[in-house]
């Protein structure tokens, strides 16, 4: 496909074939989560089982927080490393899965609101490989990025959430990659092993995320700075929160919501994620 009228008449024949993808939110939670067999990881594989083969991938990471709004538009994005501290085998990975310049240029099209940049030197961070190569491990599957722009505010990050509605007709799975509650100062380091260890602030909050979503109240959420000071404890900064507002921005309204790896972790991070549709 080497043009974006050929795109656009190769997607629309799979609109008419295919199924309305569904849309994912994952708590990514550690890099390590990349390279361990664990429970977090053994539900992403099990996920990519469950639902239809995308065409492509394009996700939303906590990771690609910019000026603007950018999308990956090379042929092949290269894996970022973007951490620090972890074993070598973490910095080994290599994750050489295709971008798809024709996609990037559709995607952006559909974005009214705002500029989006086409980018060739960001790639795929952590908040997409460590989940993406256990759900798709042949790498075969096309894998884009969208930033989050810092400027913006939460309103604008769902509202733009929904101009991409149209990629889930054309077999597009889009996953927004971070975590509900996040907040690494207050981390309990001794309590890494200990299974489904929350703080009482974190898994009241979690669960009020949970049963709004399930409502379909997500006014809320986007004001989530009126949650009180568990929503302050919780989304300190909201690069890990964001991604979660695209995913309900991309909700139909017949969609129905299940949750999965609904555990937390070390006190002050919920790995708790979302499918829809």
Wanted: no cysteine.
């Amino acid at each position: 496909m080497n043009s974006l009228s050929e795109f656009k008449k190769y997607t629309a024949s799979l609109a008419e074939k295919g199924p309305l993808m569904p849309v994912l939110f994952v708590g990514h939670g550690s890099p390590m989560n990349g390279i361990q067999d664990n429970e977090f990881s053994r539900r992403w594989k099990s996920m990519a089982r469950e639902i239809p083969t995308p065409v492509a991938v394009l996700v939303i990471s906590a990771h690609w927080f910019t000026r603007g709004t950018k999308i990956t538009a090379m042929d092949f994005p290269k894996t970022i490393h973007d951490f620090g501290g972890f074993p070598q085998a973490l910095f080994d990975v290599n994750y050489p899965a295709p971008g798809n310049p024709v996609l990037a240029k559709e995607t952006v099209s559909l974005l009214h609101s705002a500029r989006v940049e086409l980018d060739h030197d960001w790639g795929l961070d952590h908040g997409t490989w460590t989940v993406v190569r256990h759900m798709y491990p042949d790498a075969k599957i096309p894998v884009l990025q969208l930033s989050i722009d810092y400027t913006k505010d939460p309103q604008y990050h769902y509202d733009l959430a929904k101009e991409l509605y149209a990629l889930r007709s054309k077999g597009v799975l889009i996953i927004g990659s971070g975590n509900m509650v996040h907040n690494l100062r207050m981390v309990a380091w001794d309590k890494m092993d200990v299974p489904n260890y929350g703080y009482d602030w974190a898994i009241s909050l979690n669960d009020q995320f949970k049963n709004l979503i399930s409502e379909g109240n997500f006014k809320p959420l986007i004001q989530y700075s009126g949650l009180g000071k568990d929503a302050m404890l919780a989304i300190p900064t909201p690069e890990h929160y964001l991604p979660l507002l695209y995913t309900l921005g991309l909700k139909g309204s017949k969609d129905p919501v299940s949750f999965f790896n609904d555990r937390a972790v070390a006190g002050s991070i919920t790995m708790t994620s979302v499918k829809i549709g």
